[in-house]
């Protein structure tokens, strides 16, 4: 039975309430190896002598030292295995201002006491994959590498407006927003791929064997799937959209992996700047036309009907080569089956698409299952 305790990821629980410490572990305690401390300065020097903790939760009003000096203390320290540490704050209260200003000193996420079980454990658990990642990706980067037969690249997908919308609508409406798009991500990622919940409205997925050209197709796509969402809320209508930073070890090997979500951060920065809505690396901002063309036939047709059921033309007009390269095997099928001249002939030299064009589709089709299964 030890064994299998031992091999749980450990959770330090700060707080200086007994009953809130034993309720956090009886929620807790199937999933995680926890150690509890009653104060901040207890909590310090465990993370100082014990090394297999991978995430704190940590109450903000505690004597001696606060979950605020605890958190200060973490990002301050010289250990990497220390600083980089997931902090989960949680609190009683859901004060808005409580909430940024521990955004803003460095915590990781942030929840009430009252959260309910299953997202407290998803939560935590998700901080502790990120841990771990971070763990195997700086102790072994290249044979991470090497196993995956390619690079790792990182995304920071941030709401727009996140702040204002919780202001706005009250920070419910915020967090409905959230799990909305955690689920949506979690559905899109293939199995090795990492989502980690860095601050309110803002997730980082880590992709081991994934280029940029992989990355900016998934976003783009993920922000057009944003687009046609609208939220209700009592008379009110709520679009939102997303900002995307990429960042990719691909040419540097050395880069950390936090170096790398640091990098993604700094560009949704950018992409905030430059007014929002945008997927950014660093070339600058991606368009569809900027990434390599099987990324972009690999999510053509799917996003066009979409347009287009939304009465809007433009872009699929823009790349209507495009569809007609994608599409004319199953115009061939149907004119086959249904023995009927469709004159793709013509189609062909209407959309000016020569026997090359076909073939470099033809190629490139041949590995789209595997392309497609991490753009979703």
């Not at 309720?23 to 401390?37: G, M, N, Y």
């Not at 004597?63 to 600083?83: A, C, W």
């Not at 390599?292 to 433009?314: I, P």
Request: glycine fraction near 6%; charged fraction near 25%.
């Amino acid at each position: 039975m030890s064994d299998v305790v031992a091999q749980l990821p450990r959770v330090l629980i700060v707080d200086d309430s007994r009953m809130v410490r034993a309720s956090l572990i009886k929620q807790i305690r199937d999933k995680f190896d926890v150690r509890e401390e009653s104060d901040g300065e207890a909590g310090w020097q465990s993370l100082l002598l014990d090394p297999t903790i991978e995430v704190v939760i940590s109450d903000i009003g505690m004597p001696r030292l606060d979950g605020f000096g605890l958190l200060q203390r973490i990002r301050g320290s010289r250990l990497s295995r220390v600083n980089t540490l997931p902090v989960l704050i949680i609190s009683g209260d859901d004060e808005n201002e409580v909430r940024m200003k521990a955004q803003a000193m460095g915590a990781t996420d942030f929840i009430t006491k009252a959260t309910p079980r299953v997202e407290l454990v998803a939560r935590i658990e998700a901080l502790a994959k990120l841990a771990q990642t971070r763990r195997e990706l700086e102790e072994s980067r290249e044979q991470l590498v090497r196993r995956n037969r390619g690079d790792v690249s990182v995304m920071v997908i941030q709401v727009d407006g996140y702040d204002q919308l919780c202001e706005t609508y009250g920070h419910s409406v915020g967090q409905l927003v959230h799990r909305k798009l955690s689920k949506l991500l979690s559905a899109k990622v293939r199995k090795e791929d990492t989502i980690a919940h860095l601050a309110e409205g803002q997730f980082a997925i880590i992709s081991p064997s994934a280029d940029l050209d992989a990355c900016g197709a998934f976003a783009l796509r993920l922000r057009r799937a944003i687009d046609t969402i609208v939220m209700t809320y009592k008379e009110h209508r709520i679009r939102i959209s997303l900002t995307v930073g990429l960042a990719s070890a691909h040419g540097d090997p050395n880069l950390s992996l936090e170096e790398l979500l640091q990098l993604a951060v700094s560009r949704v920065a950018d992409g905030t700047m430059m007014g929002g809505n945008r997927v950014v690396s660093e070339s600058g901002e991606i368009n569809a036309d900027s990434i390599g063309r099987f990324s972009r036939l690999a999510v053509s047709v799917d996003h066009a009907l979409t347009q287009l059921r939304t009465g809007s033309k433009d872009e699929p007009r823009k790349r209507l080569r495009e569809l007609v390269q994608t599409v004319l095997p199953l115009l061939e099928m149907m004119e086959q089956e249904f023995r009927i001249d469709m004159q793709l002939a013509l189609l062909l030299e209407r959309a000016q698409i020569t026997s090359l064009d076909m073939h470099t589709t033809t190629t490139m089709t041949a590995g789209a299952s595997v392309a497609t299964e991490w753009r979703g």
